[in-house]
Every structure is written in C-alpha cells, then in structure tokens.
C-alpha cells in the first residue's frame, strides 16, 4: 500500500518543503510502527516517512558507530530529569514509573494535565539531534547536571508522544519493534520510489513491483555493510542515484566495514558435510582481539575493533611496525586480523586474560608490559582496490604478496590446504598445543568473497570447548544480581543473565549463573555494578513475573560476558528465543560457567535469540 499512504496526512504533521522537519513527524511515525509487529508493515511505514522528509527536507543526521558517539544516560540521570522537568518530586516520579512501566509516559501524562503559560516551542529533528550530540559531548566535572538541564529542555519543550521517544532514545532503546535491517530497506525502498516516480509525479498504482523494491532494499543494505555512514550513502544516492548507488559506494580505508562473522560447528565431521564440494583452508583459531587495521594513502594507520570501535590508542606499536611490514609497492591496504599476547622471547601464544590487563587508552610505547603480535588472515583492500568481492583464495595470495611478515610482530595466520578428516584433525590437535581455540575453516574458492558482518557457512568454527561442552561459549548480558551468601557476603554472589532479541530490541533472561568468578573478579564486579543498579525491570527485560524467581538486584545492561554451559534445555522460567522452539516455554542453559568479560562487544552484540535457537536444535540433533 505505498500508494495509498501518506504520512503527512495520516500522521497529521505538516511542514514547508525545505523547512527542518518536526519531531513530532517522526515520534508520531514511531508510535505507529509500535502499533504494528509485522516487517512488512513497518518497512512501509518507515518506507513512507523516509519519502516524504526526502521529497520536502532531503537530510540525513546520523553519526556512524566508529566516530564512537557515546550518551552516557543512566536511569538516575533520566528520572532526575524527568522529576526537573514535570516540577515534581523523585518519589512521585517513581511510583508513576512503576504504574506506567515507561519514564516517557510519566512525562506525557503528567504534562498533559499542567497549564502552560508559554506555549513549548516545537521541536524539529535537527533540535533533538543537536542537543544529543551535546549531551554525548558533556564530560568533566558538573557533567551530570549538565546533561540533566539539557534533558529537561527537551523535555520541558515536547508534545503530545515525543516525551516517550526522547526518553527511550536517552535509553538507546526504541523498543518499537524496529531492526536496523528494517530501517535500511525502508531506506532502499525510499530512494528507489521518490526517484523513479513520486518526484517526477508518475502514476505509482501500476508500477510498485515488491522484487523491485526487494533488490533496491538490499542495495542499500549491502552498501551499509560496506560503508557504515548514513550520511554518505543518503548524499551518494542523493547525487548519482539509487542505481549507481554500489558503484559510488567505496570500500574506503579509514571506515570499518563490519567484520565476516562464523558458525560454530560440533565437529570436524560436521564441518565436512557443511563444506563438501568446496575447497578449504583450515587456519589457527587465535585467542585475542580482531584487529582490522586500515593503512591510508596519507600513511596513517587505524586499529579497528570487532564492533568498530576505533582503539588505535591502545596499540601505538601496532601503528608503527604494521607500515614496515608491507612491501615497497603498497601504499593503502585493510587487513583482518587477530592480535594476541605473546611472550617476545620465545614467541609463544599467551593467553587473552594476558592481553585483556593492557590499557586501553593513551598507551605509550615505553610502557607497555603485554606484547602482541598480530596474525593477519584477510585483505580487504590494496592499492585503492576493494577486494570484498574476491575471493578468499585470491585475497590470501595478495595478503602472502603484500607483506613480509616480521618475526613476533607480524605474522600470517597458520593455515593448512586440505579436506581430508585425519589431516584435519591432527591440524586442530596442534592448534590446540600452540595455545589457540581451535581452527577456523573456510571457503576458499566458490562463495568465498567477505561478506561484512555475515555468519554463514563460509566461515566454521571448530574450537575446543565442544569436546566436553557446548560447540560454543555464548555472550550474555548480566541484568539482575543476586546479593552473595556465606563466603561472599558483602557482594553480590551471582547474576541472572540474558540474551538479546534484535528484533524486539529486548533482553531476555537466560539463566542464573555463580560458578567461574575468582574471588576478585566478584569483588571486582560488585563495584563495577554500584552505579548500575536500578529500582525495577527495564521494560525490555523480558524476565519472569514470578517474584520468588526474581534476582535481589536490577542492573543496567552494561557489559556482555562470555559463558559456557553444559546444554541448553526448555524452560517455563526463561524467556530466550521465547516461544520458537516451543510456543510457551524459553530456552535456557545449564551449568552455566563465566569464562571472561568481553570489552569488545556491546550489550546489543550479545549472543542473540536465533543463535540461542540454533545452538538448542544443534544439540538435540547431536542427540
Ligand atoms: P562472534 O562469532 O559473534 O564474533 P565470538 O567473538 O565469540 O563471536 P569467536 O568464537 O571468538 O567469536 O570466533 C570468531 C573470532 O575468532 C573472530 O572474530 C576473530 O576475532 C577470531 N579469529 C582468530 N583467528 C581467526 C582466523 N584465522 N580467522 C578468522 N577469525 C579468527
């Protein structure tokens, strides 16, 4: 029905062409998205929004993840502002708190019962956008009131939803339903329709054909992957159109791409069924940190983390061997890689609790205690060439030509050619004494191109944990603590952890974990949690109601830690990947044991409901 929806109508806000649009369009566009569950539904409406602010107010404001803008909104902050805001005290905005279930809903109804004697003045997208990037901005001493006074002007200034939106953005947590897959085909299908006929006023009746939208849809999405900027890809289209759209977006060192992900697999039998017909190349799975390092023209070099952090600070010696590593000829390249901790004299692997004490920022070269070495496995780009579209074959002999590796420093990622079991698993019995996780085993030739933040079959992960365990450890977030008994008094003694649900954009209890902390680590915890507890479930914890099954605490989600567990099984009492393997019943896992805290993921990369779903119908058929 894109023909038949107009949102500035339906929505029932206007504004002049060229004007900044109002943000209550979009807050009201929001709501609407709420109302509905269904993706195809949602695209159209966010499809319909994206065309009208296209067709009026052409403009994008959306800051990439890697320019690493951050809010730093916690739920104390949030309700202060919001008892500031609405002139009434925190007791009172707490207890509405607990009736509504939403902070925005307590601003909403309680301002729409209080006279004005000014008029708020209506805020536009660019207003909010501003004033978020100032509140990410605050730092320093007074910062907490800073950040509060700006909150309540927002707040002093919305109408009618925006109070609701507003807050849940400070949360960075929309919970309407809406994925970022969602938003960039709607995207896809914006430009593809106001170009070809809305602004050229042709008839859209006849011509809305849903694989056209399909393929324009995923256009965008591929060029997202390659070129995380909303802004660039809007002005690129903008400029040359839709269609020219994946040539003119380029694979440009200095902006990660998402890095290829893999699937893990219970075995070397199982990954040669996946992989039967293919050639393969089976290397070292090394235990450390995924470096993508981005040389540009200019000689700079950028350290890129698994979730595109930029964290070239932590590496000042990575940033001055990685250059003399490559040949005379290179003069830009992107590598994927894996920096791991290793002993300078003997050159052998250490651990990555040895890499996880390395600071993390301002580091100097002269202090630095951990040595690393880095293992590069992949070549994105050469010499103003992307080479995503190669495959791995091709862009490992280009990574073998282009550099020279340097003993302890840089080095090619150790890697066997061959598809035969026992070769395989001798190859893997090795990996494991070396001290790695075990082996990586990929396409070589067919379907072999990098596929940005992808898990498909072309990358496996046969690592050492599913001899006793589970293929795979999983990253849960710890929501709830439970407050520690005998030897741990004083702190909490466990957690009660969840998975996420991107599509819902919400946490869902997992499993109550107090096994694998050492006595520091819990020491360690508590403190890290002070300022991270909260009075009640955030509304996107999907948690059971049944008190008695209730932790002591709330937290904040605020860090992803890596667990390992005997199985997984059917449970009444959690909410993981509810309702797909069963219809009332989540999954959870037992015997849950905590392996280490991952810096590099955020709570939103946690191990989400359809890998948790995965791993349980992996393990029944293992059965
Ligand atoms: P995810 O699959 O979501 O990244 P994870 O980080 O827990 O989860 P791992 O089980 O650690 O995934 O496996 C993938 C990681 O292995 C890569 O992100 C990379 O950091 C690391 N790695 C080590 N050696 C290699 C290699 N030779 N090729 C590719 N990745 C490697």
Known sequence: ???DYHP???????????????????????????????????????????????????????????????????????????????GRNLNFVRKEYDKKGDLG???????????????PRPLTINDVFSKLHKIAECHGSNSQEKKISMIVSLLVNSRECESKFIIRILQTKLRIGLAETTVLIALGHALYLNEKYYQKKKNLKRKINSEILDKYGTTVKKNYHKYPNYDML????????????????????????????????????EVLDRLEGYQLICEYKYDGERAQIHFLENGDLKVFSRNSEDITQKYPDLVKFIPNSRKDSVTSFVLDSECVAIDPKTGNLRPFQVLSTRAKKDVQIEDISVDVCLFAFDLMYLNGESLLDKSLEYRRKKLYESFNEIE?????????????LTEIGTFFKKALEAGTEGLMVKRLDKDAYYQPSKRTFSWLKLKKDYLKELSDT?????????????????????????????????YQAICKIGTGFSDENLEKFTKFFESKTISRPLPYYQVSTDLSKQPDIWLEPAVVWEVSAADLSLSPNYYAAYGLAHPKQGISLRFPRFKRV??????????????????????????
């Open 1 to 3: 029905h894109y023909e």
């Open 8 to 86: 500035t109508k339906q929505l029932s806000v206007n504004w002049k062409n060229g004007q900044n649009v109002p943000f209550l369009f979009l807050a009201k566009a929001f709501q609407e998205i709420e109302q509905y569950s269904g993706r195809i539904k949602t695209t159209e409406i966010l499809g319909n929004c994206f065309r009208s602010i296209l067709a009026k107010s052409p403009q994008s404001l959306i800051s990439p993840d890697y320019f690493g803008i951050e809010l730093g909104i916690g739920e104390q902050i949030l309700q202060k502002a919001v008892s500031k805001s609405i």
């Open 105 to 119: 809903l307590v601003v909403q109804a309680t301002r729409s019962n209080q006279m004005f004697l000014v008029r």
């Open 234 to 269: 809007f002005e690129l289209a903008q400029k040359y159109g839709i269609d020219n759209l994946t040539e003119k977006t380029k694979f440009t060192p200095g902006i990660p791409v998402k890095p290829m992900l893999a699937k893990p697999t219970t075995g070397v039998k």
């Open 408 to 420: 302890n420093k840089f080095t090619f990622a150790k890697g066997m050619q061959t598809k035969d």
């Open 474 to 506: 999983l990253d849960l977030v710890p929501i709830g603590a439970y407050i520690g008994r005998g030897k741990r008094t004083g702190g909490y003694g466990g957690y009660l952890l969840a998975c996420y649900d991107e599509d819902s954009e919400v």
């Open 598 to 623: 991952r810096d590099d993921k955020d709570p939103e990369d946690a191990t989400n409901s359809d890998q948790v779903l995965e791993f349980f119908e992996k393990q029944t058929l293992h059965k």
